[in-house]
Structures are given as structure tokens and as C-alpha cells.
């Protein structure tokens, strides 16, 4: 609870104009505000979730949608299957959603700091609980993002996982962005466990102490950077 405190301190020192900054012609063809969408851009931020009674509006197609708003606040979208190679019939159902404030830290990485108020639908045939509703506050990087310019779709934002790996294409479809307010929508005991607070992307991997300090270490140098600025 200690180490994520410090990471949450150390990531709101930073000045919310960060959000704004130049950083290359890559960034630059369009600010990264909007709602961005990705494939048949179905899934969309603002009428995915119900956070008050913990449901889904489900999208006809899965996918995933970012929004980003010009003053630090997020909110994702996802919708997926997980194929299972040894059991092709136990396909799992995800759909997660989650909101808060993201800061763009000035090695070109994005993170995304939860409200505290995310929540994730399971669903698996072949689980001895085949439907259920868990908290989803997991604090998650980016190692980096651009956005280019599809000649058919226009503005398109890529991002990359904490590995490199790309997430789907993602295409502007709001500007402003359509989302849910910023505020937190509902009442949760979030973990205070640190491992699971800081697993990046989706759960996919947990860092390691000297992870988690060399992180904080880049934090809290650009957060007393910009202090003495």
C-alpha cells in the first residue's frame, strides 16, 4: 500500500499541461484527445459500462475503446475472447472497464492511474463459476504511442504494451470524447495488495520490486523536475 502510494504521489506531481506536451511529429498529427475506437469501432467509452449496478450494454463485435480527455482523465473499454489451444470449447469472455487520470511521462509512455472503481465481467464455459464480476483497478503502462495517419480511416492512435507489443489499431470517432463522468461511480474496497495494483496491461505481467523502483525513481525525478520549473 506504501510502494502504490508513493507511485500515485509521485504521478500527480507532475503538471497536468504534461498532457500537452510536443514530443514528436509522431504525436502531432492530432492531439491524442478524442474517444478512439478500434475494427468495427462498436465498443465505445460512455455507454459501454454501468458502473452504478456493475453491468455491460454488449457491443455486437468486441474490441477496445480509449478515451482520453485535454486535462488527464481516461477511460478504457475492452471486449475480447481468449481462445484456449488445449480446450477449443473453453473460450473466455472478457469485458472490462475502467477510468481515471493518465499522465504522458516524457519518455513517450503513457500511464493510466485508476479512479479505484473498474470492474471486469468472466465469463467460462468451463470454470466451476462460469459468469462473474470482479474489481478491475489495475495501474497500467504503455511503453509508448503515435498517432498516424490512415489515408481511408484518418487519425489513427497506436499504442504499445509495457512489452512493445501493439494493441489494435485505434480510430478517432469523438472529439470531444464520449465518456462516463470523471468522478468515481460507485463504492469499492480496492486491494491493497501491491503486486496487483501494479500488474500492467490487463494483468499480463506483474513487475518486480526493482521494477516498481526504477519506475518510481523516473517519476518522482520528472515530478521534482517540474517543481523546480
Not at 15 to 30: C, V, W
Not at 130 to 146: A, G, P, S
Not at 180 to 206: F, H, I, W
Request: hydrophobic share 40%.
Amino acid at each position: 500500500m506504501f510502494v502504490y502510494g508513493l507511485l500515485t504521489l509521485a504521478l500527480a506531481a507532475i503538471p497536468s499541461a504534461f498532457a500537452q506536451t510536443d514530443f514528436t511529429a509522431a504525436h502531432n498529427i492530432t492531439p491524442i484527445t478524442g474517444t478512439w475506437s478500434s475494427g468495427s469501432k462498436q465498443v465505445i467509452t460512455g455507454k459501454f459500462a454501468n458502473p452504478s449496478n456493475l453491468s455491460f450494454n454488449y457491443p455486437p463485435t468486441t474490441g477496445v475503446c480509449y478515451s482520453f480527455t485535454d486535462d488527464g482523465w481516461y477511460e478504457v473499454a475492452r471486449y475480447r475472447f481468449n481462445g484456449n489451444g488445449s480446450k477449443p470449447q473453453c473460450i473466455t469472455g472478457v469485458l472490462n472497464w475502467h477510468h481515471g487520470q493518465y499522465q504522458l511521462l516524457d519518455n513517450g509512455s503513457i500511464v493510466l492511474i485508476p479512479n479505484g472503481d473498474g470492474y471486469q465481467q468472466i465469463q467460462d464455459p468451463c470454470a466451476a463459476e462460469t459468469n462473474f464480476i470482479q474489481n478491475y483497478n489495475d495501474t497500467e503502462l504503455y511503453d509508448h504511442w503515435q498517432i498516424v495517419q490512415d489515408q481511408d480511416a484518418g487519425p489513427t492512435l497506436e499504442l504499445f504494451n509495457f512489452d512493445g507489443s501493439p494493441v489494435a489499431p485505434l480510430y478517432q470517432i469523438y472529439n470531444p470524447p464520449n465518456m462516463l463522468p470523471t468522478t468515481k461511480l460507485r463504492n469499492v474496497t480496492v486491494a491493497s495488495d501491491v503486486q496487483n495494483l501494479l500488474a500492467m496491461n490487463a494483468g499480463a505481467r506483474s513487475w518486480s520490486p526493482a521494477d516498481v523502483m526504477a519506475l518510481l525513481s523516473s517519476v518522482f525525478a520528472v515530478g521534482v523536475a517540474s517543481l523546480v520549473l
